[in-house]
């Protein structure tokens, strides 16, 4: 019997599906995010004893971990390597977020995908490879459209005293945070793009209100202008979205893609159903 581990993994957690090749057995597993950026080899390897092994039904055959923080070669090798420590020799390809979100939304054909989670990544996927010209910088010098920086317009506009006074006030009494505890969180405490990611959910709350709409569409329009419009002939391809930022703005983020002349083909808030579908299929 053949079994499959597929993997999409974002710095926040990793949704994993274990399936036999031969039927539609599967089983779901989710575990912490494992971003070689943002994690040891030895907390990784940590979470893969602890957390994912014990939950496997059946040996291992091959492996296919799609991760936020793998696409340059380096860190493919670290995290094939923790993979052969824990599962020894068998079959591993290890591949970028971005690469997952292509394969789950656009399969095997040609068009732009994007992620927009707690961070933000983009590029053209030609039906194999993804290819992206603008680089993906992380929450410190990118992530363009994400939580994260949805979060930072949040804080700034908080920390500022640009939002109006009803906004500041149901800030305040939400969470309850002096500028000391928000600037501990950011540049103290570990983890600091996943603190600022939170406070999206702030905008979410009270995307109603024109001011929020205003830093909304400011924030998506950002990705475009940065990143989408920089993408070789982007008005002659369909443009895929994957992530929980992408999935819950998609109403203004489609708004946003029209005044670019760009067509939003599909929004999923996760690949991991499309990612098992994709490689089931190559399995058969």
Not at 127 to 141: F, K
Request: aromatic share 10%.
């Amino acid at each position: 019997m053949s079994y499959i581990l597929i993997a999409d993994s974002g710095s926040t957690k990793t949704d994993w599906r274990f399936i036999n090749s031969k039927s539609d057995e599967v089983s779901q597993i989710v575990t912490k995010g494992l971003n070689p950026f943002h994690h040891t080899a030895e907390s990784i390897l940590l979470e893969l004893e602890q957390s994912l092994l014990p939950q496997l039904k059946g040996k291992v055959d091959s492996i296919f971990f799609y991760g936020a923080g793998c696409s340059s070669a380096s860190k493919k090798e670290e995290m094939m390597l923790i993979f052969k420590e824990v599962f020894g020799e068998v079959c591993i390809e290890i591949g970028h977020d971005l690469l997952a979100a292509a394969r789950s939304t656009l399969n095997n054909t040609s068009g732009m995908v994007a992620i927009l989670g707690t961070g933000s990544s983009a590029g053209f996927y030609n039906g194999t490879d993804v290819d992206m010209p603008i680089p993906s910088l992380g929450y410190v010098l990118g992530d363009e459209g994400s939580g994260v920086s949805i979060g930072k317009r949040i804080l700034k506009s908080y920390l500022y005293k640009e939002m109006p006074e009803e906004l500041l006030n149901r800030f305040q009494k939400r969470y309850l945070l002096t500028q000391e505890m928000i600037l501990d969180g950011i540049y103290r405490k570990p983890l600091p793009n996943r603190f600022i990611a939170s406070f999206s959910q702030f905008a979410f709350q009270n995307r109603e209100n024109p001011f929020v709409v205003k830093l909304l569409k400011e924030n998506f329009t950002e990705l475009f202008e940065s990143i989408i419009v920089k993408i070789p002939d982007y008005k002659n391809y369909p443009l895929a979205l994957v992530g929980s930022v992408a999935f819950y703005y998609s109403d203004i983020i489609k708004e946003v893609a029209t005044e670019f002349e760009v067509n939003i083909s599909m929004v999923l808030e996760k690949p991991i159903a499309g990612l098992t579908l994709y490689h089931h299929r190559l399995e058969n």
